[in-house]
């Protein structure tokens, strides 16, 4: 169920619900209120679900509400939240970098955001979350039920191409002989670190005469807040860098288009905050680039500096451009980093090994009348 349907999505079935009404309480509240209302419409269809169609299990994300509601729905369908993020106030993506840290007022509206999740986790038969660092974010008191298990990366399919050729726009195209430096993200904002990777693409074209820069990604406010100007990021920081036609930016490529950007890569700039990772790095890295990436703790958990890749303070663009350089510099070196790469995604997020346990263990969901003691079995996947 969802309430976005997505067009390209052959062979899955997708059933819309629509969430009413408005807000009318505090501002603080907002986000529940949205969450509430979420979870009335998704109840409503399990319900309809029930009669016509019972599901075997129910699976969803713990965070925006759809969940709610589920097991009263559906009391006797074991029900497996997906955990991506849990958001707190300290060490976290809101006082990364900032000596004033959270304001009071935010701190409230967090902990009511959070509100739904807590509900939806106390309720749920299972739940499991991506990374070891986004199972940190939750309270430790409901660590012990969040097992940790990624979805898994496609590794025969992203994978090395010393011949991939990436054609560009206007028609040129680049080779992995070419000094290509990407940075991917779904919108060029500040939680990805795009502001730090333009300056510094900047210093590293003076160096680097014959550096290009592939960046993939909308004008879209991402993960943070947009502009007070409301200029896109990517805009107004392409300006002020000044790279001409050296900078290349192509709002979005299909999935294969992709794979053929970063074969050809001679560098793959990944920055962030410390919020989810993104999958774009992971497949990068089972492509075998050559990562610069920030020394934030996510990408630390995949990425350790100088055995399958490099690292970079994230918020000291001079660093970030020195580590650049410094990768253009040294391509054949660093061909034992990009196979290190590759083979730490083989060993921890290849898709087959990934989905087995998945489906193995909402098979055991499926089975169990006791739906926790199918939990506590899977716990340890990571």
């Not at 070419?178 to 990777?197: I, K, N, S």
Request: include cysteine; charged fraction near 25%; proline fraction near 5%.
């Amino acid at each position: 169920m969802t309430e976005h349907v997505e067009t390209q999505r052959p062979g899955l079935r997708q059933i819309p619900y629509a969430v009413s009404g408005s807000v009318t309480a505090s501002p603080n509240l907002a986000a529940t209120d949205y969450h509430v209302r979420t979870g009335e419409a998704v109840a409503a269809i399990l319900k309809r679900l029930h009669r016509d169609e019972r599901p075997d299990v129910i699976v969803g994300h713990t965070g925006w509400g759809g969940l709610l509601f589920a097991k009263d729905a559906l009391p006797d369908t074991p029900v497996l939240g997906y955990c991506e993020y849990y958001y707190n106030g300290q060490n976290s993506d809101l006082d990364f970098g900032s000596d004033a840290g959270v304001s009071d007022s935010e701190l409230m509206r967090l902990r009511m955001r959070n509100a739904a999740q807590l509900l939806t986790l106390q309720a749920v038969d299972a739940a499991y979350t991506p990374t070891r660092w986004q199972h940190r974010q939750y309270p430790q008191s409901i660590r012990d039920r969040i097992a940790i298990c990624h979805d898994g990366i496609d590794t025969r399919l992203c994978r090395p191409d010393p011949e991939a050729v990436f054609v560009l726009p206007d028609g040129q195209s680049l080779r992995r002989s070419d000094e290509v430096v990407t940075f991917v993200a779904r919108d060029l904002d500040p939680y990805r670190g795009y502001p730090q990777f333009i300056a510094a693409a900047a210093r590293v074209a003076q160096a680097r005469p014959d550096a290009r820069f592939v960046v993939v990604g909308g004008d879209g406010a991402g993960y943070g807040r947009p502009r007070l100007d409301g200029r896109p990021w990517r805009e107004v920081m392409t300006q002020e860098a000044g790279l001409g036609e050296r900078l290349i930016h192509i709002p979005w490529l299909a999935h294969d288009t992709l794979r053929r950007l970063f074969q050809v890569s001679a560098a793959h700039v990944y920055l962030t905050v410390p919020f989810v990772l993104s999958w774009s790095l992971l497949e990068a890295m089972a492509c075998g680039c050559l990562i610069v990436g920030s020394r934030t703790p996510p990408v630390q958990e995949v990425i350790a500096d100088r055995r399958n890749g490099l690292l970079a303070p994230f918020h000291d663009e001079s660093a970030i451009a020195g580590t650049i350089i410094e990768a253009l510099e040294r391509q054949g070196e660093a061909e034992g980093l990009r196979r290190a790469a590759r083979a730490t995604v083989q060993a921890r997020f290849e898709l087959e090994t990934c989905l087995d346990r998945q489906i193995g263990f909402i098979e055991r969901l499926a089975a169990q009348s006791d739906h926790h003691a199918a939990q506590a079995a899977w716990v340890d996947v990571a």
